[in-house]
């Protein structure tokens, strides 16, 4: 399945697309199905407040976490052109420089998350019946984040080396440890949130020992202590090639936040719950799409560079065409089968009953919404930043979150699922024009 760089610009454009495409789409497979069964196994073994809980807590640690991510796309960016260039020492001291920023931004965010534990939980959600659950379940969390963090900067790393089966075992291994220790802490020991929260803890410190294995034993970057120490050019590279991606993971929260409080406030308990199994479902049955997306940017990107413009417009539409038929084939089973799935994840009747219809809305603007992840993709590939950031965070932070502050005070909680479909229908128009503007302009 490997790809050298030059048959990116010479092999057929189908056939890369699988290529790239397929280990991609593996590695968000098995993180969303790793989430997926995760939210099962706590709503039919704990119930639906325990939902409830985990979709109000985990936005507060992805937050934290990304921005290991976030240091590792930078540094990770950095990284590779050093190595490109042939200077490895430079390459080094981005790593451990990228180590020290994470370990020290996610150890702040950690402490200040311990310190005002009921603050955050509540801004994010927790009300009600929700924040006992919550508590539970955020101190286990809340103290692994670290280690995830320093995962989701290790995982970057390791793709910067060229090296992605390591990298998609260090997404595949957390998986089946989660999934093993839920069944044994939930289903056996009866240990509750308590043991729902160590089971996704010891699983960010499987996959941290072997992120750590990696860059000891296989890694071509072997740093010393004197790679340890802050250099102010450095940092500043890696952070400003990190601001576009934390800044989504911001959107992201400030969304989750207004979506806790607004489910709550017009539907209580149960709505935040539903919201929760949306989002999970939303995640996973969209992975082949988001697959297409990531494997489409590498080909994309080395033919924009080689100014080799029709094979920029064939993959192009050949991505949208590919991810609006499964976008679809998606939504048609999400129609069919929205009761279902929802009975999947709770035995409790309201919202089994309530479920379908936020389901099937949410999803209702699914076959185009490759448009607009394929078309802001492109503008990332092309390296247009600006335009990347405005696409990429036009559908949460343009659309989403005003709709969702609006549509319930006239609409109630209806406003708060029909504000999904807007939003895509409104970011997928923006993105389409300025696609069909570049691609009939620029790329001629």
């Not at 979150?401 to 229908?425: E, H, K, Q, T």
Request: aromatic fraction near 12%.
């Amino acid at each position: 399945m490997a790809v050298s760089a030059t048959e990116l610009g010479t092999q057929d454009i189908k056939k890369l697309l699988f290529k790239q495409a397929v280990p991609a789409s593996i590695g968000i497979l098995f993180m969303s199905v790793n989430i997926l069964i995760d939210t099962i196994f706590v709503g039919q073994w704990i119930g639906s407040l325990a939902i409830a809980a985990v979709t109000v807590v985990l936005p507060i640690t992805f937050l934290i976490s990304s921005l290991g991510m976030a240091i590792g796309v930078g540094g990770g960016s950095v990284l590779s052109r050093a190595l490109g260039s042939g200077d490895k020492e430079k390459a080094l001291i981005t790593f451990g420089n990228q180590i020290m920023m994470t370990v020290l931004l996610a150890s702040v965010f950690v402490i200040l998350g311990l310190l005002f534990s009921d603050e955050m939980l509540i801004l994010f959600g927790a009300k009600g019946a929700i924040m006992q659950p919550a508590k539970e379940f955020f101190f286990p969390i809340i103290v692994s984040v670290p280690f995830l963090a320093l995962c989701m900067m290790g995982n970057n790393v390791i793709r910067a080396e060229g090296k992605p089966k390591f990298a998609m075992a260090a997404m595949i291994i957390p998986a089946f440890f989660n999934i093993g220790l839920d069944i044994l802490f939930i289903k056996y020991l009866n240990l509750g949130m308590f043991g729902a929260a160590m089971a996704t803890a010891i699983s960010y410190f499987t996959c941290f020992l072997f992120v750590l294995w990696f860059f000891v034993f296989k890694s071509e970057l072997k740093l010393k202590l004197k790679h340890f120490k802050f250099q102010f050019p450095i940092v500043k590279e890696i952070s400003e090639l990190s601001f576009v991606t934390f800044s989504r993971q911001g959107v992201v929260a400030i969304l989750s936040i207004i979506l806790n409080h607004t489910l709550y406030t017009y539907g209580g308990e149960h709505s935040v719950a539903i919201y929760g199994i949306i989002s999970r479902m939303l995640m996973f049955a969209l992975f082949p799409i988001l697959g297409i997306t990531q494997g489409f940017l590498p080909i994309a990107g080395y033919n924009y560079g080689a100014e080799n413009y029709d094979r920029v417009k064939e993959t192009v539409t050949l991505s949208i065409k590919y991810a609006a038929i499964l976008a679809t084939l998606i939504f048609i089973i999400i129609l069919i089968f929205a009761t279902p799935i929802a009975a999947i994840f709770t035995t409790d009747p309201l919202i089994i009953e309530q479920t379908p219809q936020a389901l099937r809305w949410v999803f209702a603007a699914s076959p185009i919404i490759a448009i607009q992840l394929i078309g802001a993709a492109y503008f990332q590939a092309a390296g247009k930043a600006k335009k990347a950031l405005l696409l990429t965070l036009s559908k949460q932070g343009f659309f989403l979150i005003p709709l969702v502050l609006i549509l319930p005070n006239f609409l109630g909680i209806f406003g708060v699922w029909i504000a999904f479909p807007i939003a895509d229908v409104l970011s997928t128009i923006l993105t389409g024009y300025f696609l069909k503007k570049e691609m009939t302009t620029k790329l001629i």
